[in-house]
């Protein structure tokens, strides 16, 4: 899997990215709560919701994300990895329009 890394933890001795899946939480940053108005139940700030059936509760444009993080990645939370650093391709960077300079 390539992921686009656009924060780091630094606060910390070892490497540490943090992953941007809806429904996972806010964190310090509530970039979502800006970008989609209504009222949606978000869960808590660090971890989101705690269930696959709150996905529903989400803005539709993002409950497919939602979905994956409980059928896919098994709402695992802060998951031990190996990773190597890669050029971020060029399909994934046209869509979030984020290229490090």
Do not use: H
């Amino acid at each position: 899997m390539i992921v686009q890394v656009t924060n780091t933890d630094d606060d910390v001795d070892y490497d540490l990215f943090n992953l941007q899946i809806p429904g996972g939480g806010m964190g310090y940053y509530s970039g979502c709560l800006n970008q989609y108005n209504g009222s949606y139940s978000w869960g808590q700030q660090y971890g989101g919701i705690s269930n696959r059936t709150d996905c529903a509760n989400l803005p539709s444009a993002i409950q497919d994300g939602c979905y994956w993080r409980f059928d896919w990645f098994m709402n695992a939370d802060n998951p031990t990895i190996s990773f190597i650093e890669v050029p971020c391709p060029t399909a994934l960077t046209a869509k979030t329009s984020c290229i490090r300079t």
